[in-house]
């Protein structure tokens, strides 16, 4: 375990499902951007079908949801997790080859990563909190800087990912951009080669007056 870590253990997500009720063109058209989230924990379940959206394998050679260029992946995907079932506040790092969560920092990080994006209250009033970070190195040591902005293209089908998954599964999200790069990066306990890209904080939809 990554220092930080305390009682906490791997935890094994369950296999997403392959079809669901709304189709493709639904979820794009239903898609919204939601800032104030309803009360209720996000099951285990749910949590692992977002994540699998961003960044699960979907071929045994290592393939993903999201395109890469040159498949080098440099996406990771961590998680801050709030009120999820089951799953004891703290920070998480999904890994893909095995759809589990490996556990990074315990303890609840959403009003740190709060006040590090400039005070958006729904970067904490949620479920919880999924970041996609980037290796840039991985993809600039193939392309030079044209990776740089190859990382970016995959970071935005990442997100979109999750925001089309989200609604189809009638759960509320937005891609939020506007926050302090070492700040978040310091809070959520990434490793020093990981960039903060995108912060996509999710929850339950609020229940209309």
């Known amino acids: 375990m990554m220092s930080g870590v305390q ?109 590090a994006a400039l005070g958006q209250r729904w970067v904490c009033d949620n479920g919880a909190l999924l970041v996609i970070s980037a290796v840039f190195s991985r993809a600039t040591t193939k392309y030079g800087i044209h990776g740089q902005r190859y990382v970016h293209l995959e970071a935005g089908h990442a997100a979109q990912n999750v925001a089309l998954q989200a609604t189809a599964m009638g759960l509320a999200t937005v891609l939020v951009g506007a926050f302090e790069d070492r700040q978040t990066a310091t809070f959520l306990g990434l490793p020093p080669h990981h960039e903060p890209l995108c912060l996509i904080p999710v929850g339950r939809r609020p229940v209309a007056d």
């Open 7 to 115: 009682v906490m253990e791997r935890i094994a997500l369950p296999r997403p499902s392959l079809a669901g009720e709304m189709s493709v063109e639904e979820a794009l058209h239903r898609r919204r951007s939601v800032r104030e989230y309803g009360e209720g924990t996000l099951s285990l379940a749910e949590i692992g079908q977002l994540l699998w959206a961003a960044q699960g394998m979907t071929d045994p050679m290592g393939l993903r949801t999201a395109p890469s260029s040159g498949a080098l992946y440099p996406l990771e995907v961590f998680l801050a997790v709030g009120h999820v079932e089951g799953v004891p506040p703290g920070v998480y790092h999904y890994h893909p080859r095995h759809h589990e969560l490996r556990p990074v920092l315990s303890g609840d990080r959403r009003d740190a990563v709060a006040s």
